[in-house]
């Protein structure tokens, strides 16, 4: 993992930098709520590429998904990514969605040629300075699953990401906030070291309850300070209707990924923030 994407910001940048290593709780998380999900490959007793995915009711999403720089090139990325697809309709989903880098070439080039089609941009919005978190820790309590897939099912039937909140509260590093009609899950540690949180996803019931996903948005941001971050991020589709009052709550952006999809995700409102993100 590492070794892949030191390389690619050495490309990119020019940077010669270590990139920062997942916490081993994340891959045992993986691995036991989804072990067919995890695929790897070994070449000589080495192991030389991973992916993962996870499935949420009918709808799979693969990420991250990574070749060591040494193999790239001879279709270790095609094997594997068949391999995960093949897993995720398994469970029966029925749209499998991934979200890569926009400005690489190379990358829209493989999942096109795999079929897949652009969604959406996904906007990275940062917000470098938390103020205003003198009220107290917010609560933050264990995911209602069944209602995380109420809340879920208002925007896609039978989308189900339950699993993703119990995952990473497993994990030690997510914290579900709750409302009336909403629910956001924040991951306080994302990037062992760095001080970011990281807002992952913002479900509600529709545009209605547009005030409550806002007030969780702010609860988290409390939430993060409270957990010893510096600032936090999110990743927003171009078309959520919770962008441009995350903007104006002084969020800027950062730059753009794409989201690209094999069958249709047909949401009924966009008063969310879901990310499918590695």
Same mark, same amino acid.
């Given at each position: 993992?590492?070794?892949?994407?030191?390389? =690619?910001?050495?490309?990119?940048?020019?940077?010669?930098?270590?990139?920062?290593?997942?916490?081993?709780?994340?891959?045992?998380?993986?691995?036991?709520?989804?072990?067919?999900?995890?695929?790897?490959?070994?070449?000589?007793?080495?192991?030389?590429?991973?992916?993962?995915? =996870?499935?949420?009711?009918?709808?799979?999403?693969?990420?991250?998904?990574?070749?060591?720089?040494?193999?790239?090139?001879? &279709?270790? &990325?095609?094997?594997?990514?068949?391999?995960?697809e093949t897993y995720l309709a398994s469970r029966g989903c029925e749209a499998v969605g991934?979200?890569?880098?926009?400005?690489?070439?190379?990358?829209?080039?493989?999942?096109?040629?795999? &079929?897949?089609?652009?969604?959406?941009?996904?906007?990275?919005?940062?917000?470098?300075?938390?103020? +205003?978190?003198?009220?107290?820790?917010?609560?933050a309590r264990k995911a209602d699953l069944k209602e995380i897939r109420r809340l879920a099912?208002?925007?896609?039937?039978?989308?189900?990401?339950?699993?993703?909140? =119990?995952?990473?509260?497993?994990? &030690?590093? +997510?914290?579900?906030?709750?409302?009336?009609?909403?629910?956001?899950?924040?991951?306080?540690?994302?990037?062992?070291?760095?001080?970011?949180?990281?807002?992952?996803?913002?479900?509600?019931?529709?545009?209605?309850?547009?005030?409550?996903?806002?007030?969780?948005?702010?609860?988290?941001?409390?939430?993060? =300070?409270?957990?010893?971050?510096?600032?936090?991020?999110?990743?927003?589709?171009?078309?959520?209707?919770?962008?441009?009052?995350?903007?104006?709550? +002084?969020?800027?952006?950062?730059?753009?990924?794409?989201?690209?999809?094999?069958?249709?995700?047909?949401?009924?409102?966009?008063?969310?923030?879901?990310?499918?993100?590695?």
């Open positions: 993992m590492a070794d892949t994407w030191s390389n =690619l910001l050495k490309r990119q940048t020019g940077l010669d930098l270590a990139y920062p290593v997942r916490n081993a709780s994340w891959y045992f998380t993986r691995m036991r709520h989804e072990p067919l999900g995890c695929i790897c490959m070994e070449e000589d007793g080495r192991m030389i590429a991973t992916g993962f995915a =996870l499935s949420c009711g009918n709808v799979g999403w693969i990420g991250p998904m990574e070749v060591s720089p040494k193999h790239q090139g001879r &279709g270790c &990325g095609t094997k594997l990514l068949i391999s995960l991934l979200e890569t880098m926009k400005d690489i070439v190379r990358n829209m080039d493989f999942y096109s040629h795999a &079929g897949y089609q652009e969604e959406q941009d996904m906007l990275f919005l940062e917000k470098d300075w938390l103020e +205003g978190h003198d009220a107290g820790r917010p609560e099912s208002t925007i896609n039937p039978g989308y189900d990401p339950s699993s993703e909140f =119990l995952m990473y509260e497993e994990m &030690g590093t +997510g914290r579900t906030l709750m409302g009336e009609g909403a629910a956001a899950l924040l991951i306080t540690d994302p990037i062992p070291g760095s001080g970011k949180a990281y807002i992952r996803t913002v479900l509600t019931e529709g545009y209605p309850r547009l005030n409550e996903a806002i007030s969780l948005v702010q609860r988290a941001e409390r939430e993060a =300070l409270w957990s010893g971050a510096r600032s936090i991020f999110t990743i927003v589709p171009l078309q959520s209707d919770l962008l441009n009052h995350l903007i104006r709550g +002084g969020y800027k952006p950062k730059g753009a990924d794409v989201r690209m999809m094999k069958g249709k995700f047909n949401r009924s409102h966009e008063c969310s923030v879901i990310s499918w993100s590695g």
